[in-house]
């Protein structure tokens, strides 16, 4: 058990452009998350699977972002057409169904728009 | 929605000496669950400690301890014996029975453990 795994560590991209992330969670766990740190805040919630499937989705979540996790296993979040205020902290979470409801969180993907 | 707030953006305390660190929550809900996260500078979030709202006994884990006052919202983070590496943010986070899978989080507190 390696634990969660995110990449990349860190992004630079343009405004305009498309990025996409990788989350690899624990390999037994079913539950996976996406927050979203910005500076000087908690983690904000974004998106949740379980399994392959999406259940619920922040309506921080516009448009431009899409979140995947085709087989149960790692996830990917794509941002489109990058804005200066989607630079944050990007952090992956991923937890066992029942239990104590603990998750374990990745290092985070940091984003910078320029 | 749930709200969560830290209201120390930071705290220190002397290494070996008591520090706590103050949450409060605003819900409606009866079943939840409430968690303290630690995460360190340029470091991965970890789990400190974790409640029950059904549980009247506070938590405890080693030198970590909360005082969980259901009536009055709060949920504190207490830490003896202080070591140079409880350094860290200190997040307080919400988890509702009936508000789905969303973990809700503070805006957190930094603590410095000075030598």
């Known amino acids: 058990d390696t634990g969660v795994s995110q990449n990349p560590r860190h992004k630079i991209t343009k405004r305009g452009q498309n990025v996409t992330f990788r989350c690899d969670p624990i390999?037994?766990?079913?539950?996976l998350y996406w927050y979203r740190q910005t500076l000087g805040q908690g983690p904000e919630f974004l998106t949740y699977?379980?399994?392959?499937?999406?259940?619920?989705k922040s309506r921080l979540l516009s448009d431009r972002f899409s979140a995947e996790r085709p087989k149960g296993s790692f996830s990917t979040l794509e941002i489109q057409r990058t804005e200066q205020g989607d630079s944050a902290m990007y952090l992956c979470?991923?937890?066992?169904?029942?239990?104590?409801?603990?998750?374990?969180f990745g290092p985070g993907t940091r984003l910078t728009v320029t | 929605a749930q709200t969560v707030t830290q209201s120390q953006p930071e705290m220190s305390v002397q290494e070996a000496e008591t520090v706590t660190l103050s949450c409060t929550y605003d819900?409606?809900?009866?079943?939840?669950?409430l968690f303290w996260y630690k995460q360190p500078p340029s470091r991965q979030m970890i789990l400190v400690i974790r409640?029950?709202?059904?549980?009247?006994q506070n938590a405890t884990e080693n030198r970590f301890s909360v005082n969980f006052q259901k009536a009055a919202k709060s949920f504190s983070l207490k830490i003896s014996d202080s070591q140079l590496g409880d350094a860290a943010m200190y997040f307080c986070?919400?988890?509702?029975?009936?508000?789905?899978?969303?973990?809700?989080f503070g805006t957190g507190t930094s603590l410095t453990v000075i030598p």
């Open positions: 979470a991923s937890r066992l169904t029942g239990g104590s409801y603990e998750q374990y």
């Open positions: 390999s037994e766990h079913n539950r």
């Open positions: 699977f379980q399994n392959e499937a999406q259940l619920e």
């Open positions: 819900t409606s809900e009866s079943d939840y669950y």
């Open positions: 409640q029950e709202a059904y549980k009247q």
């Open positions: 986070a919400y988890r509702g029975e009936d508000t789905g899978n969303q973990f809700y």
